[in-house]
């Protein structure tokens, strides 16, 4: 008579029927990759604790001797002598990070969810060029960009970042691929023969099902517009962003490394704490969303 394996379990939960050496194999990998992506970031944060003398110490010390905050203090009385306010350069990078990423999900969702899932004539050859255009660099679309701001009058003004911003491509390809292979035809149909609108069935049927997708293009988005520099389209210094000014910042010469290194843990900490809140979500919604007709 065959014998049924033992199931095992931990904290009264059923876990895969691993070996114990497959489970200890697997930890210790995941330990040392994400020990490869802890050490940066544990780096920056240290470089940013040093002064200046330890700055440029070689070989470089992967601890500090004598800590210290006046690189962040540094960092505000530069930004605070601009002619610029601080506040405003931090203004500027919010709005238009947060409207950038709000418009991009929106556009990309409701064209995919049309892609996907309507049928209409030529649908077929806008998705190939759509791919088409994945083929290309934002650096070649500069001057289409902006002979076409220029002719609506947004040079100079937030639009000309949050405009484009809102009509990438990738978005909208990750959108429609995952909407394909998550939203089933048969749910949309029944929500249609209840009386749903289509705008209804795209919102609280078709959305809540791509979560993941929406998500990753969410945090993306926004660590995209986050990071953005200076703009060809943009002019005006009361218009720049908070990473501009930065870049102005570290461009002052070696007595500004300091400062410099606790800019970039002030720009890095936003992203990574907007990826944190959301990962656990990404990985539940990941696990749950799939269905079967």
């Not at 290194?261 to 799939?290: C, D, H, R, Y």
């Amino acid at each position: 008579m065959k014998k049924f394996q033992k199931l095992r379990t931990r904290g009264h939960r059923v876990v895969l029927n691993r070996s114990a050496g497959g489970d200890t194999g697997i930890t210790i990998m995941l330990t040392i990759l994400g020990l490869f992506m802890f050490v940066p970031m544990y780096y920056v944060v240290i470089q940013s604790l040093k002064p200046l003398d330890e700055l440029f110490m070689f070989p470089p010390k992967f601890y500090v001797v004598k800590p210290t905050f006046d690189n962040f203090g540094d960092l505000f009385t530069l930004m605070s002598d601009s002619w610029v306010p601080f506040s405003r350069y931090i203004f500027n990078t919010v709005f238009i990070t947060i409207c950038g990423t709000l418009g991009n999900l929106i556009f990309a969702s409701m064209a995919a969810y049309a892609l996907a899932k309507l049928k209409f004539p030529g649908r077929n050859a806008i998705f190939q060029l759509i791919v088409t255009s994945l083929m290309f660099h934002s650096t070649v679309n500069t001057v289409t960009h902006f002979i076409i701001l220029s002719s609506f009058g947004w040079i100079d003004t937030y639009l000309s970042v949050i405009v484009p911003s809102m009509a990438t491509t990738m978005g909208l390809y990750l959108m429609k691929q995952f909407m394909e292979s998550s939203v089933p035809d048969t749910v949309l149909e029944s929500a249609r023969l209840d009386g749903a609108s289509e705008f209804r069935t795209y919102l609280t049927i078709a959305m809540p099902m791509v979560k993941p997708a929406w998500l990753t293009l969410m945090i993306e988005c926004f660590k995209t517009l986050w990071n953005s520099g200076s703009s060809v389209y943009i002019h005006s210094e009361e218009l720049k962003t908070f990473n501009y000014a930065i870049q102005q910042i570290l461009s002052g010469g070696i007595a500004r490394s300091g400062a410099g290194a606790a800019s970039t843990v002030v720009m890095m900490a936003v992203p990574i704490l907007v990826f944190v809140i959301n990962q656990s979500k990404i990985i539940e919604t990941m696990g749950s969303s799939g269905m079967k007709d």
